[in-house]
């Protein structure tokens, strides 16, 4: 029973830890992501097509962090291969990425990619990446981990890449099921 109760306090200490070491931006990262999926939560028409199940805020993990703080370093724009995402307790890992001069930024970017998503067709506008605003709104994945790097480019001009890796990674076809159907039916 104690060494039962003291693996429990080093896994609590452990998981508190974690969540002691992010940083100022990686807390707005998982705030902004957060706030994003609370507002389907709602029966508002006007923002956006509500969730018909909670879309339940994003947990930090630590080893989707470490991935791509690993690639983030690498200041490259595009994203990584599948299998340098995957740690070990996950194997389908989404990745959003964006060049940008804030955080506020990378988050106002993925979120205004919503306008060109049409969620009755599961179709997204020509010239548009809608799967940005998908992983981040699928009911499916549950947990987040982000990196932010400064990149110095060309005639000293520098950008931060961000980076955000989500598990599960989103799926194929609607981000979740439509709310104006069943629990927000008017």
């Known amino acids: 029973?104690?060494?039962?109760?003291?693996?429990?306090?080093?896994?609590?200490?452990y998981s508190l830890g974690n969540q002691l070491e992010m940083t100022r931006d990686e807390n707005l990262l998982?705030?902004?992501?957060?706030?994003?999926?609370r507002e389907r939560n709602t029966?508002?028409?006007?923002?956006?097509?509500?969730?018909?199940?909670?879309?339940?805020?994003?947990?930090?993990?630590y080893g989707l962090h470490i991935t791509a703080q690993r690639y983030a370093k690498q200041c490259e724009c595009y994203p990584s291969s599948m299998?340098?995402?995957?740690t070990?307790?996950?194997?389908?890992?989404?990745?959003?990425?964006?060049?940008?001069?804030?955080?506020?930024?990378?988050?106002?970017q993925w979120r205004n990619e919503q306008r060109f998503y049409d969620f009755t067709t599961d179709s997204c506008e020509r010239n548009h990446n809608c799967h940005v605003y998908k992983q981040i709104v699928n009911s499916n994945t549950t947990h987040i981990g982000c990196a932010i790097q400064l990149c110095i480019h060309s005639m000293n001009t520098g950008k931060y890449l961000i980076v955000c890796n989500y598990a599960p990674a989103a799926g194929e076809g609607r981000p979740y099921d439509d709310a104006r159907k069943s629990r927000c039916k008017q």
Request: charged letters at 15%; proline letters at 2%; a neutral charge.
């Open 43 to 61: 029966c508002d028409y006007h923002t956006s097509i509500p969730a018909d199940v909670k879309l339940n805020d994003y947990v930090w993990d």
């Open 30 to 37: 998982l705030y902004y992501h957060n706030y994003i999926r």
């Open 83 to 86: 299998q340098s995402r995957t």
């Open 88 to 108: 070990c307790r996950w194997k389908s890992v989404g990745q959003n990425i964006a060049q940008v001069n804030s955080v506020q930024n990378a988050i106002e």
């Open 1 to 13: 029973m104690i060494i039962l109760l003291l693996l429990m306090n080093i896994i609590i200490s």
